[in-house]
T-cell receptor
Framework: GQNIDQPTEMTATEGAIVQINCTYQ??????LFWYQQHAGEAPTFLSY????GLEEKGRFSSFLSRSKGYSYLLLKELQMKDSASYLC?????????????FGTGTKLQVIP | GAVVSQHPSWVICKSGTSVKIECRSL??????MFWYRQFPKQSLMLMAT?????????EQGVEKDKFLINHASLTLSTLTVTSAHPEDSSFYIC??????????FGQGTRLTVV
C-alpha cells in the first residue's frame, strides 16, 4: 500500500517562513506533487519534484530526497492568503498506468 | 495554463435519483482523467482513473456500478452517481492530463443528497 504522512495543522506568522514536511512509503515512485487547497475549492498545483534537490518558484520552494522518502514545501514571506491546506501527493506506477495518492493535507493558518 | 471545466459546481438531488457530473478539458486533449471524492476535512480520495476509449480503473472500495464513468472523447469524461444516497454527499473533483504533463483540476462539484 501507499502511506503518505504530513502534519495535520501548522500556524505561522505573516511575513515569516514555514516548512511543511511530507514523508512517504510507496510501492514505486514517479514524482511528488504539492498542491494548495483553499476551503471549498479544488486544489491548485504548486510544484512537482521527480529528482532529488530543491525546486524554487517565487515564494514557494519544494525539496525532495528519494532515498529518505521525504519532501518539504517551503513558503517564504507568508501572506494571509496563504492560509490553506497543503497537499502532498505521490505518483506511482499502477498496472501500466500512473496513480497519484494524496496525503491527508496540512492545514496552515497564517496569523498577523 | 491548461483549463479543466467541471459542471455543475453544485447540485442537490433527492435520494434514489442519479446525478451526472461533467469534466471537460477546454484547451488540450486529455488522454487520462481522474475522479476524486473529498469528504469534509479529509484529503482527496482517488475514485477511478479513465483513459480515453477504454474502461475506467476503479480504486479498491469504489463501486463501479454505482459510480459510472464514461470517457468517450479526448475532452470529456462524465461521472454518474446512480441511486444517490445521503452518504454520497461529498465534493467530487476531476483532473485531466495528457502525456508528459501534470494533471489539472476542475473546480469541483459539491453534491448534496437529501
Amino acid at each position: 500500500g501507499q502511506n503518505i504522512d504530513q502534519p495535520t495543522e501548522m500556524t505561522a506568522t505573516e511575513g515569516a517562513i514555514v516548512q511543511i514536511n511530507c514523508t512517504y512509503q510507496t510501492s514505486g515512485f514517479n514524482g511528488l506533487f504539492w498542491y494548495q487547497q483553499h476551503a471549498g475549492e479544488a486544489p491548485t498545483f504548486l510544484s512537482y519534484n521527480v529528482l532529488d534537490g530543491l525546486e524554487e518558484k517565487g515564494r514557494f520552494s519544494s525539496f525532495l530526497s528519494r532515498s529518505k522518502g521525504y519532501s518539504y514545501l517551503l513558503l517564504k514571506e507568508l501572506q494571509m492568503k496563504d492560509s490553506a491546506s497543503y497537499l502532498c501527493a505521490v505518483r506511482t506506477p499502477s498496472g501500466g498506468y500512473q496513480k497519484v495518492t494524496f496525503g491527508t493535507g496540512t492545514k496552515l493558518q497564517v496569523i498577523p | 495554463g491548461a483549463v479543466v471545466s467541471q459542471h455543475p459546481s453544485w447540485v442537490i438531488c433527492k435520494s434514489g435519483t442519479s446525478v451526472k457530473i461533467e469534466c471537460r478539458s477546454l484547451d488540450f486533449q486529455a488522454t487520462t482523467m481522474f475522479w476524486y471524492r473529498q469528504f469534509p476535512k479529509q484529503s482527496l480520495m482517488l475514485m477511478a482513473t479513465s483513459n480515453e476509449g477504454s474502461k475506467a480503473t476503479y480504486e479498491q472500495g469504489v463501486e463501479k456500478d454505482k459510480f459510472l464513468i464514461n470517457h468517450a472523447s479526448l475532452t470529456l469524461s462524465t461521472l454518474t452517481v446512480t441511486s444517490a444516497h445521503p452518504e454520497d454527499s461529498s465534493f467530487y473533483i476531476c483532473s485531466a492530463k495528457t502525456r508528459g504533463t501534470e494533471a489539472f483540476f476542475g473546480q469541483g462539484t459539491r453534491l448534496t443528497v437529501v
